[in-house]
């Protein structure tokens, strides 16, 4: 069965990963991963991490897939030796000359190529499967023709592509826009996102700014739609790709864990029934709809892109449902669960239960308790600890959330 590989930003996302259905998460430490504003894992949470993955019979890939300059050199002899030592699945590369020192330092270490390295075709995938890699990310500029005939022209690696998520407007994600703005370098995990930014024309003498209308929803010219596969799953797995991929190490636990169950259930449904997975298309799609997103394309899997690809509405995404509070614990006496509150709401509220293992239940709030025993009408403080009310039984890690419509 292909392999769903979920994003963790840390601990917690991992296990919510996990506990909504990849088979494999990608994390990053605290240096030299690909995405330096997540919160990331220090090194206990990284042998944790680790620990708990194998308890269960998971994988954990850790990116190491900065661009790198020579300073970023100094200690990453002892980090990859490390890593090895704590039992890392994979390590994620885009850099040769961390390639090579990973192979020297620790050849038993697994290595797949990021999509940072450009893999655009079957004479670069052999290149590296030659050099020793197990696997390689496809670059997101690749349709799934060419993806097919690096399969069929290169054996003994794996492809894994992005199926879903957040899309870069520069060349696998090769962009220089932030460094030269913000002086923050995207290639080595800092990208400050301007291509989300907001743009003007300025007229060189008066410095007077006009604005740039690309069309009449706005000026965001840059900023790309997300991706999203999710009605292809039957063509990515003919294409030959081993694993799917969903962007996302910045993104919230309630991100991670609705996105993930929605590729489980699509991918376990084609296998058991490829009919069964066609018919409920629709029902995965309208799913996906309900968490934040930019609007969703197909990027190039297809060819070259037709059409508005990009949101030029601006950069904040359009959600259907807010995420409300994280599940703790749940006393199957009481018909109580314990609840750590992330946005308001109060009893009357029409809420859905978000479940990693079940399907998922409406119902209305009726009663709630704060950590001293108080019923409360409404839960306004972040973080709050609530005692509420359920219908159904749950588990640790499910999910609460709300309809804005």
């Not at 030299?32 to 269960?56: C, L, P, Q, T, W």
């Not at 590296?128 to 069929?152: C, K, N, P, T, Y």
């Not at 826009?177 to 007229?203: K, W």
């Not at 934040?292 to 990009?310: M, V």
Request: proline share 2%; aromatic share 12%; hydrophobic share 40%.
């Amino acid at each position: 069965m292909i392999e769903l590989l979920s994003p963790a930003g840390d601990l917690e996302r991992l296990k919510v990963a996990f506990e909504y259905g990849a088979d494999a998460v990608y994390v990053g430490g605290k240096v030299m991963s690909m995405r330096a504003k997540a919160r990331n894992f220090s090194a206990d949470e990284m042998e944790a991490g680790v620990e708990y993955a194998h308890s269960i019979r998971k994988k954990i890939y850790v990116a190491v897939n900065i661009c790198a300059h020579n300073g970023d050199f100094f200690g990453m002899e002892e980090y990859l030796i490390w890593l090895n030592k704590i039992g890392a699945d994979a390590i994620l590369v885009s850099d040769p000359g961390v390639f090579v020192l990973a192979k020297k330092v620790a050849p038993q270490l697994e290595i797949h190529i990021s999509t940072q390295a450009n893999v655009t075709n079957y004479a670069s995938a052999a290149f590296w499967r030659d050099l020793g890699a197990r696997r390689v990310v496809a670059a997101r500029e690749l349709s799934l023709g060419e993806i097919r005939e690096i399969r069929e022209k290169v054996s003994g690696v794996e492809i894994e592509a992005f199926v879903h998520g957040a899309m870069c407007m520069a060349y696998s994600g090769r962009c220089l826009i932030s460094n030269f703005l913000n002086e923050r370098d995207a290639n080595r995990g800092e990208c400050s996102q301007p291509c989300r930014f907001n743009y003007e024309l300025v007229e060189e003498k008066t410095g007077e700014a006009f604005p740039v209308f690309e069309n009449e929803r706005g000026t965001y010219i840059f900023n790309s739609k997300d991706l999203c596969m999710v009605e292809h799953i039957d063509d990515l797995i003919g294409a030959g790709v081993s694993s799917l991929k969903i962007e996302g190490r910045m993104k919230t636990e309630y991100y991670v864990g609705a996105v993930t169950k929605i590729y489980r259930e699509a991918i376990d449904d084609f296998y058991e029934n490829a009919a069964l997975y066609k018919n409920k298309i629709p029902y995965y799609r309208n799913e996906l709809e309900k968490i934040g997103n930019r609007g969703y394309t197909k990027g190039f899997f297809f060819g070259k892109i037709q059409g508005f690809d990009h949101d030029y509405t601006g950069e904040n995404q359009i959600t259907t449902q807010n995420f409300l509070a994280m599940i703790e614990s749940y006393d199957k006496n009481t018909g109580f669960c314990l609840i750590e509150q992330r946005n308001k709401f109060q009893t009357g509220d029409k809420i859905e239960i978000l479940r990693a293992k079940a399907s998922n239940f409406i119902q209305t709030v009726e009663k709630m308790y704060d950590e001293n025993g108080t019923e409360i009408i409404s839960a306004p403080h972040p973080k709050q600890k609530i005692f509420l009310q359920i219908n159904e039984p749950v588990s640790k890690y499910d999910m609460i959330r709300v309809s804005y419509f």
